[in-house]
């Protein structure tokens, strides 16, 4: 099941046809050719570079059909270090990037040896793990199987030149071991010793979010892809949050007497699950459950089930919710399933997203014949009910959250007044709050931190709430956002802050405070509790007191100016839908630059490639690149302000919390200026060809640019082999290895010499 990510990939799923492969199982899309990188003598040295730091030398070997020797005489031709043995942690948790890397350079048989995945895994996985086909370009570039052939003497001559660059620009570093890819789950999930357990009180203030290195699997079948150990419960109790979510799907929790096929396995699960409540329970934390049902099923198993069959979309269709033996399935799956694990913290429902689940859940005017008599509040707020009813069947203390995503605001009103009377209601903070950034007028739509909230139609919803006596709470992101994802917590606290006071002057204590991104501890996630814990407090003596914490009292003051610089910075964002989720700021410096046009549109939070003009999105070109130089002109006074801050304190905690800091900043200011280096220079590039503007200032625009990516690859590298949740995010996994950013200095010298 997909994790949603937002109402632009709503869109785009509906749109993607989900074809076949020859075989029937592995999806092809618009299949176009697959790109090739002009600045690698050939296809076979991209793939080696490009798996050095991902895939075992013979397994490349074997999927090359020739020799370790082979393989490892290429990468030596080119500069690349000894190469190391791949962990069992990176294999287990970096299938992601694995596939990402090599989707333009290997067909999927090639690719599934890499894997070592069967074609149904792989095709799960493509369809499943939190939109992944859509990450990728909905289509699986045409790739001829790749084979090793003896480079020829003009390829030995570039490897020569990529050697010499690599040695020259990176001065022996490339040797240097860096911090394993995977190291912070490990450090993470170790147990801080003497560490005190919270004071627990139930009258607290909700405050959950998700895990920062979950990975898309079965946690209740496979205890090695736990995403809630110790470690990490401990440290984010720490810092106040005394709640966790997980993903679930109900027909693999709970059996049924009418659908005798849900169920397999369900005993394994619930008895996980309810150790993980417990260990959980210790450090004052609840676990809730994603609930978002009833879940679709393939549209050829209704034909044992033909009188529960709802509104059918591709190969799904709806079991529908105005059926009574569905609504019986919901209400009675989650009293077995409550009652079974009876310290849940409880759920969070979605009943429209982009999962298929009751007949109105994907906004189709297309509803089964049952539903079209119904209104869409009607059975919407029946969904939640039914799930409300189960629940407290099972636990009446346990907490049902409704939340509006996606509901629409012409029934809205009426779907609340329909609501039982025991729920919580949720809605994201920031939704529909008007901005101008460039003199362009926008609205948010989630996601955003340089946007403060809550934005109008929250506060539409929350009164409505509030009138029938809810309480409710707010979806935010406290962390990171889709804005910048690749960092684990953005040093923008006084934006974070301000949103807080706001939501705490609207009486919304209660918090998401974050989706799939974002579940790092932090002095953000901190900074929550401490707003809490003093209302009406001046706001900067709140973040004083948690700069002195971190980063003690000889440099807070300067890490107070950073948070200061920082926020006002990354105000400037041009913050839209597409923006978010197209532009360059995820991949940063490892993305190469294109001299010619690549054809390929950006995916969504997956690879940007040169699509400057879907970057943009409601932006004109210069206001696009302005706005990114706004926010790399205002990032940089903020890191003037933090880096003397590590020199003024001596105590070993405080010290290694502002080099962590530093570090953080650093890179995303790599991320936010190669962000604006690209869009320079592709808009320049566009316009030499389109002949709009001088053609001699463009050549130079994008000749400063190159350069700059080339400083910037050379910090990022240094910076990421010392931390490796830099250029990693749940969902995407990493988004670049160290080698990645070698690569870009590769790319643009090539460019570079091929200007001259």
């Not at 006084?494 to 974002?518: P, R, Y």
Request: charged letters at 25%.
């Amino acid at each position: 099941m997909s994790k949603r990510l937002g109402l632009i990939c709503l869109t785009i799923c509906s749109l993607t046809p989900f074809t076949r492969a020859a075989d029937d199982v592995l999806p092809v899309g618009d299949a176009k050719p697959a790109l090739e990188w002009s600045h690698f003598p050939s296809r076979l040295h991209t793939f080696v570079w490009r798996n050095w730091e991902s895939v075992d030398l013979d397994k490349m070997a074997a999927v090359l059909g020739t020799s370790v020797e082979n393989v490892q005489a290429v990468g030596e031709s080119m500069g690349l270090p000894p190469h190391q043995p791949i962990t069992d942690i990176q294999k287990q948790r970096g299938y992601i990037a694995l596939i990402r890397r090599n989707w333009h350079l290997v067909p999927y048989e090639q690719l599934l040896q890499l894997l070592d995945w069967d074609a149904e895994q792989l095709a799960y996985t493509l369809k499943e793990d939190d939109f992944l086909w859509v990450k990728l370009g909905h289509a699986k570039p045409q790739c001829e199987p790749l084979r090793y052939e003896a480079p020829s003497e003009e390829m030995l001559a570039r490897c020569a030149e990529i050697k010499r660059i690599a040695k020259s620009e990176f001065a022996g570093k490339l040797h240097v071991p860096g911090e394993p890819r995977f190291a912070f789950v490990e450090r993470l999930s170790t147990p801080l010793p003497d560490a005190k357990l919270p004071e627990v009180n139930d009258d607290d203030p909700i405050r959950f979010l998700y895990s920062y290195f979950a990975v898309y699997g079965e946690p209740l079948l496979d205890p090695s892809l736990d995403p809630y150990p110790d470690g990490l419960l401990q440290r984010l109790a720490a810092v106040g949050v005394n709640g966790v979510w997980l993903h679930t799907v109900l027909r693999d929790l709970v059996p049924s007497e009418d659908f005798p096929d849900f169920g397999h396995q369900h005993e394994k699960r619930l008895e996980n699950m309810a150790k993980m409540v417990q260990r959980a329970k210790k450090y004052g934390i609840r676990i809730y459950l994603y609930m978002n049902e009833p879940r679709s099923m393939p549209t050829a198993w209704f034909k044992d089930h033909p009188e529960i069959a709802g509104v059918s979309e591709g190969p799904a269709t709806a079991m529908c919710s105005s059926t009574p033996v569905v609504q019986k399935y919901l209400r009675e799956g989650l009293e077995y399933l409550f009652k079974q694990v009876p310290d849940l913290g409880g759920v969070f429902t979605i009943s429209m997203s982009e999962n298929l689940t009751n007949c109105y859940s994907r906004a189709s005017k297309d509803v089964c014949p049952r539903c079209s008599k119904r209104k869409p509040a009607e059975v919407v707020a029946e969904v939640n009910r039914l799930i409300t009813e189960g629940v407290h069947a099972g636990n009446p203390d346990a907490r049902v959250i409704v939340w509006d995503w996606g509901w629409r605001n012409e029934w809205t009103e009426e779907a609340i007044k329909l609501l039982p009377d025991n729920v919580y209601y949720m809605c994201v903070s920031e939704w529909d709050l008007p901005i101008n950034r460039g003199g362009v007028d926008a609205q948010i739509g989630e996601y955003s931190i340089s946007a403060v909230g809550p934005g109008p139609r929250a506060l539409r919803h929350w009164k409505w709430a509030q009138d029938r006596g809810f309480k409710t709470l707010a979806k935010v992101q406290m962390n990171c956002t889709w804005e910048l994802s690749t960092i684990p917590y953005l040093p923008t606290l006084d934006l974070v802050a301000e949103h807080l006071l706001n939501l705490q002057k609207e009486g919304v204590n209660d918090l998401m405070l974050s989706w799939s991104l974002g579940g790092h501890p932090s002095p953000n996630l901190e900074l929550v509790q401490l707003v809490n814990d003093n209302p009406g407090a001046d706001i900067d003596l709140i973040l004083t007191k948690l700069a002195v914490k971190w980063y003690g009292p000889t440099a807070a003051a300067d890490a107070r100016a950073a948070w200061r610089e920082f926020s006002k910075a990354f105000a400037a964002f041009p913050f839209h839908g597409t923006v978010v989720y197209a532009g360059p700021m995820q991949v940063g410096p490892a993305n190469p630059l294109y001299p010619e046009p690549s054809g390929y549109p950006a995916s969504m939070v997956g690879i940007p490639f040169d699509a400057v003009d879907q970057w943009r999105s409601i932006y004109p070109r210069d206001a696009y690149v302005d706005q990114f130089r706004k926010i790399v002109e205002g990032w940089r006074e903020g890191l003037k302000q933090l880096a003397p801050a590590t020199q003024r304190t001596m105590q070993t905690e405080h010290r290694d919390n502002l080099n962590t800091a530093l570090r953080l900043a650093e890179a995303a200011y790599c991320h936010l200026r190669s962000t604006w280096n690209q869009a320079r220079f592709t808009v320049a590039r566009n316009e030499i060809a389109e002949g709009t503007g001088d053609a001699a200032e463009h050549r130079k625009t994008m000749r400063a640019a190159a350069e700059d990516e080339i400083r910037l690859a050379k910090q990022l590298y240094e910076l990421t082999k010392k931390d490796a949740r830099i250029g990693y995010e749940a969902t995407n996994h990493h988004y670049y290895y160290p080698l990645d950013l070698v690569e870009k200095v590769i790319n643009c010298r090539y460019i570079l010499s091929q200007e001259n």
